[in-house]
T-cell receptor, first 112, second 115 residues
Framework: DGGITQSPKYLFRKEGQNVTLSCEQN?????MYWYRQDPGQGLRLIYY???????QKGDIAEGYSVSREKKESFPLTVTSAQKNPTAFYLC???????????FGQGTRLTVV | AQKVTQAQTEISVVEKEDVTLDCVYE???????LFWYKQPPSGELVFLIR??????QNEISGRYSWNFQKSTSSFNFTITASQVVDSAVYFC????????????FGGGTRLMVKP
């Protein structure tokens, strides 16, 4: 079945460690996105990519990094520079402008 | 720059009441697309509707209806005869032509439907 898969569902990280969240899609979508959601808050854009080997910063890119080496994959690395990384992370992909985005099930990251 | 505002952070209604969720947007683009998503407790976003800037027709789908008004830059969502299963967080989103394919979300409205 076509869709978008995030892994892992739950992730625990020690302070000072980098951690990478996986996002894979088989929808043949060009655009992919990473959003962060804090409790009771909306979705804030971290990074997005419109095409392979290209990506742009969103509103809260500091402390995060991404890569887009393949169309299907858009991993997000939460670096030790991110001061408050505990949050729910959602990945999405989108086709043409006039189409809706499809979302993964999310990864809940907790710093311990 | 594009922006979406959902002024209602939380709404509580009793089952069978009608409820309207407000969405106001800002964009410099003349061509843009508006979306509504539902986020149940599981966390995954579920797509509800898409509307482009050239189509101001209102739409009804079962108990759901949407009112798009370019004159007031609003895209409001009404649930008629609400049910407990409608309890969720609802997000409005915008994608403008000149913003590439960037998708901007509002802060969301948490709807609680009580039996």
């Amino acid at each position: 079945d076509g869709g978008i898969t995030q892994s892992p569902k739950y992730l625990f990280r020690k302070e000072g460690q980098n951690v990478t969240l996986s996002c894979e899609q088989n929808l043949n979508h060009d655009a992919m996105y990473w959003y962060r959601q804090d409790p009771g808050q909306g979705l804030r854009l971290i990074y997005y990519s419109q095409i392979v080997n290209d990506f742009q910063k969103g509103d809260i890119a500091e402390g995060y990094s991404v890569s887009r080496e393949k169309k299907e994959s858009f991993p997000l690395t939460v670096t030790s520079a991110q001061k408050n990384p505990t949050a729910f992370y959602l990945c999405a992909s989108k086709g043409q402008m006039n189409t809706e985005a499809f979302f993964g099930q999310g990864t809940r990251l907790t710093v311990v | 720059a594009q922006k979406v505002t959902q002024a209602q952070t939380e709404i509580s209604v009793v089952e069978k009441e009608d409820v309207t969720l407000d969405c106001v947007y800002e964009t410099r683009d003349t061509t843009y697309y508006l979306f509504w998503y539902k986020q149940p407790p599981s966390g995954e976003l579920v797509f509800l509707i898409r509307r482009n800037s050239f189509d101001e027709q209102n739409e009804i789908s079962g108990r759901y209806s949407w009112n798009f008004q370019k004159s007031t830059s609003s895209f409001n969502f009404t649930i008629t005869a609400s049910q407990v299963v409608d309890s969720a967080v609802y997000f409005c989103a915008l994608s403008g032509l000149n913003a590439g394919n960037m998708l901007t979300f509002g802060g969301g409205t948490r709807l609680m439907v009580k039996p």
